[in-house]
């Protein structure tokens, strides 16, 4: 089997002034060694409360991946909790991992991560597939949602790049692009050649996911792509993106909306060919 490691390289001490990034000192090393998956998906973040950094990836990928939460204790990384797919599947009805994972601490040192399964019980391509939310007080027991579910003939529903966030008052947050690849989509009264928007999740009081989609835009050309997400001291979600917008599949631009629950306020940040990845950070 194919062996694979996980790599993390820590950034000590740094300087930018003007533009320029001056590299003082860097430390590197082998986090975890994993089997079976050469696209071993992590995320990366201080503990607000110890101030520890947390790490969360994938090790392997489909039904034998297992996602492993690691601690940084100033010395070496130790693995503090884990949870495989067959744990998913009892609450989920996905069975096997798909792509990316995101990892949130709470203000009060709780766990949260979002994730992308799959149920490859069903035959190609009508699986479900969706979002999953795992949850842990304390990093080793944790508990598993379904956040979203997609299952059409030929695959045409998916979603991507889910980010996880935690307001201080414990409120979770998973946004994520979406994508209807049919033509044609109807879509809030007009009808388009593939849909792309950038999807909303929110967890309410009673445990339950209200979703929203604070941005769409259609045409086989016009792609979004490269999405980011973090939320501000009020607790409300805020956007940033690359679209194509002008039907050529060649222009790249820099969007961002806020969105407050009861509308959203989009507007073109920067305009370009290719205008690249997308990060946004309050």
């Known amino acids: 089997m194919k062996k694979n490691t996980f790599f993390l390289s820590i950034l000590l001490t740094f300087l930018f002034t003007n533009f320029s990034f001056s590299q003082a000192s860097f430390t590197g090393g082998t986090v975890g060694d994993g089997n079976g998956s050469a696209w071993n ?6 503990h607000p409360v110890s101030g520890d950094l947390y790490a969360m990836w994938r090790d392997g990928s489909g039904t034998a991946a297992v996602y492993k939460l690691m601690r940084w204790n100033g010395t070496a990384w130790t693995v503090t909790g884990s949870f495989n797919m067959t744990s998913v599947l009892s609450a989920t009805d996905f069975n096997s991992a798909s792509d990316d994972v995101s990892l949130a601490i709470g203000s009060t040192g709780t766990f949260h991560v979002a994730f992308r399964g799959i149920d490859h019980r069903v035959a190609c391509c009508s699986q479900p597939r969706g979002i ?3 949850y842990s007080s304390n990093g080793t027991s944790w508990s598993f949602e379904k956040v979203s579910s ?3 003939s030929g695959g045409s529903q998916n979603t991507d790049d889910p980010i996880i966030r935690v307001t201080n008052s414990g409120v979770v947050h998973i946004g ?4 209807n690849s049919s033509n044609p989509v109807s879509y809030a009264g007009q009808s388009y050649n593939r849909l792309y928007t950038i999807v909303h999740h929110r967890r309410d009081a009673a445990n339950t996911w209200v979703t929203s989609y604070p941005y769409f835009q259609g045409g086989a050309s016009n792609e979004v792509d ?3 997400m973090a939320l501000d001291t009020s607790g409300n979600p805020h956007f940033a993106w690359q679209a194509e917008v002008n039907g050529s599949g060649l222009d790249g631009n820099l969007m961002y909306t806020v969105y407050t629950g009861s509308g959203s306020q989009t507007a073109t940040a920067a305009n370009g060919r290719d ?3 997308s990060l946004i950070h309050i």
Do not use: K, P, W
Request: glycine content about 4%; cysteine-free.
């Open 275 to 277: 205008a690249g990845l």
């Open 176 to 179: 994520a692009q979406f994508r």
């Open 41 to 46: 998906y992590n995320s990366v973040i201080e």
């Open 132 to 134: 999953v939310y795992a």
């Open 226 to 228: 490269d999405f980011s």
């Open 150 to 152: 997609y299952s059409t």
